[in-house]
């Protein structure tokens, strides 16, 4: 991988990651264009979703204060409930994640068959979501009750699999449970936080075993400055694409992604036909 992939890679990551079109999806489809093994592509996908947490991070810093400072209130406040919430959301995906790693790794390089199934499942998720609820500005509950933030955690469990984009999955989970769609997507945004640290610091120990810290290695075939080029491109267009993400959801306008989930997969399902 050398540095104008890495950027094109970075400013995909940082695009598709908060768009319910999946990031993993397109970094998939995109790495196999540019020849890189499905190794390389888990690897930088690593490394770019960090630089779209620090995105998160920024965008929502206000919330994430909030958060924080009713929580060392050491008070059982809306703050404290929020974050208890965000924990329980999150549970799911660890267990995926400490105990299904390698499953969802062998997974990410099977090709993109799968990525262009799990685009079309994530277009079919979203339409039914504006079907069901009708995407109505302003409309549903107040808050997102310990039952909502478990089943939408679980949604974010299933969306590991390349192609099941990880917002449109959660978000849309949340509408159909009747949340107000601006709440849910920012605790969609914010419940990420954690396991992708924690997915990162998981592969940073990886990288210290001595049977990995190889250059033959996944992180070792991707060159310092490529990785750094990436981290940047990916963070200041997630950054962007955060924002742009609360604003859509807040409208209502999720029928576009229908679309363009539809036209990216059936072209993924047709190419890994073609190449096969």
């Known amino acids: 991988m050398n540095s104008l992939e890495a950027i094109i890679l970075g400013i995909i990551q940082g695009l598709t990651e908060f768009l319910p079109v999946s990031s993993s999806g397109h970094l998939a489809i995109v790495g196999t264009l540019f020849g890189l093994n499905g190794s390389e592509n888990l690897a930088f996908a690593v490394i770019v979703h960090v630089a779209t947490v620090f995105s998160t991070l920024f965008v929502l810093r206000k919330e994430i204060a909030e958060l924080f400072g009713g929580l060392f209130a050491f008070k059982w406040n809306d703050q404290t409930k929020t974050v208890a919430k965000l924990l329980l959301s999150m549970l799911p995906v660890a267990v995926v994640g400490l105990f299904l790693k390698d499953k969802v790794e062998e997974v990410f390089g099977s090709g993109l068959l799968i990525v262009g199934c799990m685009l079309i499942i994530t277009a079919l998720l979203l339409l039914f979501a504006i079907w069901a609820r009708g995407v109505i500005v302003g409309a549903g509950k107040d808050g997102i009750s310990y039952r909502d933030a478990f089943i939408i955690g679980i949604a974010q469990a299933i969306a590991v699999m390349p192609g099941l984009s990880r917002s449109g999955s959660t978000i849309a989970t949340g509408i159909m449970l009747g949340n107000n769609s601006e709440k849910v997507a920012k605790f969609s945004f914010l419940m990420v936080i954690i396991p992708v640290m924690g997915e990162a610091l998981l592969d940073g120990v990886k990288l210290l075993s001595s049977d990995v810290v190889k250059s033959e290695s996944a992180f070792g075939a991707i060159p310092a400055g490529a990785a750094i ?48």
């Open 229 to 276: 080029f990436g981290f940047a491109a990916a963070f200041i267009t997630g950054l962007l694409a955060c924002k742009w993400m609360l604003n859509i959801v807040k409208s209502g306008k999720l029928l576009y992604f229908v679309y363009y989930c539809t036209a990216i997969g059936v072209f993924a399902i047709l190419y890994s036909q073609l190449v096969s």
